[in-house]
């Protein structure tokens, strides 16, 4: 009798079946946040509470014991010089400046530790849990939107004490600082969906940064040089620690993704920001308040 002859299946389209599975599997692993043990956002969670308490009781203490120190604001516009005008028989402008307004320093000072104080509470309670996902995927949104407002406001409080007094350049370093800010959230949203770190956003936000600094040191440049009276020397100190301290964030932003040592761990870098925080606002803060406030 002849034999029957057997034939082996092909085995290409189970290999591939098992190849597409494990790639299925790999895909939705790299999609899923690593897990952190839960005590971790517990620790993180009592920091949160702690810290919010901390710069609210700061910013209750200036408002009650600051002695009452405004400062005006103003706008600057072109306008005729009847004098000139009428002695030349042609029109000629100057430039005038009119006062819109006074800011309480004491008030100010008190906005950036409420505007912390909020965002911490915020963090801790009704945000949570959004907080925590995000952290596992190394982002801290509340975080970069809560520097754009009280970092900005701290750099206005810089100015104003350095002379400017100019509405529209008190809005423009706002807004550079806002800025500088918000590519910090850039840089952990975009760097999602990269392969390998993007720096351009960091670029960015440390031009629109520097900046305003530039701008300080020009303004307390010209009242030294040109200036009748002198400079208090706090502002000095102001101008000096404070711009140490901005530049320490970006620092531990950029350890952060370089995963230097303890950086390596995203929640390193997250306690860092938040001393940080605290200590540069208490340290503009209270430097304000014995510099000027002091009753």
């Known amino acids: 009798m002849p034999q029957k002859k057997v034939t082996k299946q092909p085995q290409k389209s189970k290999t591939k079946r098992v190849a597409a599975a494990s790639a299925q599997k790999k895909t939705k692993a790299q999609k899923q946040p690593p897990k952190k043990p839960a005590n971790v956002f517990s620790n993180l969670r009592k920091w949160n509470i702690s810290l919010a308490v901390l710069h609210a009781v700061q910013a209750l203490i200036i408002v009650v014991i600051a002695r009452d120190v405004s400062v005006p604001v103003s706008t600057e516009f072109l306008t005729l010089n009847p004098l000139a005008t009428e002695a030349t028989g042609q029109p000629v402008l100057v430039q005038a400046t009119k006062s819109l307004f006074e800011v309480n320093l004491a008030y100010l000072v008190a906005v950036f530790f409420v505007m912390s104080a909020v965002a911490h509470t915020i963090m801790a309670t009704v945000y949570r849990k959004s907080y925590e996902t995000n952290l596992k995927l190394g982002v801290n949104k509340a975080r970069w939107i809560e520097y754009a407002a009280s970092a900005s406001t701290m750099i206005v409080a810089i100015a104003l004490l350095s002379g400017v007094y100019s509405l529209s350049l008190l809005i423009t370093l706002f807004g550079l600082i806002a800025i500088m800010n918000l590519m ?65 964030f970006a620092i531990n932003m950029y350890l952060q993704y370089k995963k230097v040592g303890r950086w390596a761990d995203y929640m390193y870098g997250e306690k860092v920001y938040m001393i940080l925080s605290l200590v540069a606002k208490s340290a503009l803060a209270w430097q304000v308040f014995f510099g000027t406030l002091r009753p």
């Open 184 to 248: 910090g959230l850039v840089m952990e949203v975009h760097n999602q969906t990269t392969k390998t770190t993007n720096w351009l956003s960091y670029v960015i936000g440390c031009l629109a940064g520097i900046l305003p600094w530039v701008v300080l040191a020009i303004y307390l440049w010209g009242a030294g040089i040109f200036g009748a009276g002198q400079v208090p020397t706090f502002v000095y100190w102001i101008y000096g620690s404070l711009f140490v301290f901005f530049n320490l």
